[in-house]
């Protein structure tokens, strides 16, 4: 397959998603962030994951979020859903509802509530593989409690269920198993954190939450960190120095309202979260824009 029809590949922005006043959805604000985030240099957008507060979200919500996309999206600027739910038949719902509204691939969770063994794993993705879009399965033990291990990916991928991985735990170690168990399975980075990392590594994109308040600064930054030079890796260091401190609210719990408050600051519209996520504490509040202001003064945008 070419790389024009690897379209899972790139900085897919795992978009923030815009409410209005009495919390009900933005869908013009959010079609302009789309549009925004195409004309910035992403490579696609990624609705409906957790930075997407999906959880909170009606069922017609939800599917509106993912045609509003697809309808905002230029040519050339991909859509990945996040397709994540209870089980394997309402996740083959959400997979079908993304291909028939023309998203270019999906972003699927393991089971996220039971505990799934290893057969039933195959089983929901599988039976989520038979649309016919391609899958990025998204490895995040921290809130599913089960964990893609490296042998199981390959398993997943040599069964032709998944073409690539959202890699969450921030072990870049994991990387490198990959590559032996599993040489063709594309390796994207799941935590802004480990971008560096997980670039010399060999990740072939991003799943990516800070491009939504600073888009520029990490195009840049991945290009650097993926191009194999290493005249850019010694560019990229410097600048994954000055921005770290950012990059590192991606990974904590507080991340949704951190990144959108950075949002808010950078001049764009993040604005306010539904429940159960409630305003920062103050002192994190002054932290993250603390953050916020300190990357923005130092030129990056």
Not at 43 to 56: A, K, M, V
Not at 87 to 115: C, D, I, K, M
Not at 169 to 190: F, H, M
């Amino acid at each position: 397959m070419t790389e024009q029809l690897k379209p899972w590949r790139g900085i897919h922005v795992a978009s923030a998603l815009q409410f209005n006043d009495d919390l009900s959805v933005d869908y013009d604000g959010f079609a302009e962030h789309v549009q925004w985030l195409a004309a910035s240099g992403m490579h696609g957008i990624t609705p409906n994951g957790s930075l997407g507060e999906y959880q909170t979200l009606t069922a017609e919500e939800r599917a509106r979020v993912v045609t509003t996309a697809v309808e905002a999206a230029p040519d050339g600027f991909h859509v990945m859903p996040g397709v994540a739910a209870y089980g394997a038949l309402e996740t083959r719902r959400w997979v079908e509802q993304a291909a028939e509204s023309g998203a270019h691939s999906v972003l699927l969770l393991p089971p996220n509530v039971y505990r799934a063994d290893k057969a039933a794993i195959v089983e929901h993705y599988r039976i989520a593989a038979e649309v016919g879009i391609p899958i990025v399965a998204y490895n995040n033990p921290f809130d599913t409690k089960i964990d893609l291990s490296p042998a199981l990916l390959a398993e997943l991928h040599a069964e032709g269920h998944i073409v690539a991985v959202k890699e969450f735990t921030g072990d870049v170690r994991r990387a490198y198993e990959i590559s032996e168990l599993a040489p063709d399975l594309d390796l994207l980075v799941g935590t802004d954190d480990v971008v560096l990392e997980l670039g010399l590594a060999g990740a072939v994109g991003w799943i990516a939450g800070y491009p939504n308040a600073l888009p520029t600064a990490s195009l840049e930054l991945y290009n650097l960190a993926t191009s194999g030079d290493p005249a850019d890796i010694a560019k990229a260091l410097p600048m994954y120095r000055d921005v770290h401190s950012l990059l590192r609210w991606d990974s904590k719990t507080e991340f949704v309202q951190a990144i959108k408050l950075s949002m808010d600051v950078a001049g764009r519209k993040g604005g306010t979260c539904r429940p159960p996520r409630s305003p920062l504490a103050p002192e994190v509040a002054e932290q993250v824009v603390a953050d916020t202001k300190n990357v923005l003064a130092k030129g990056y945008k």
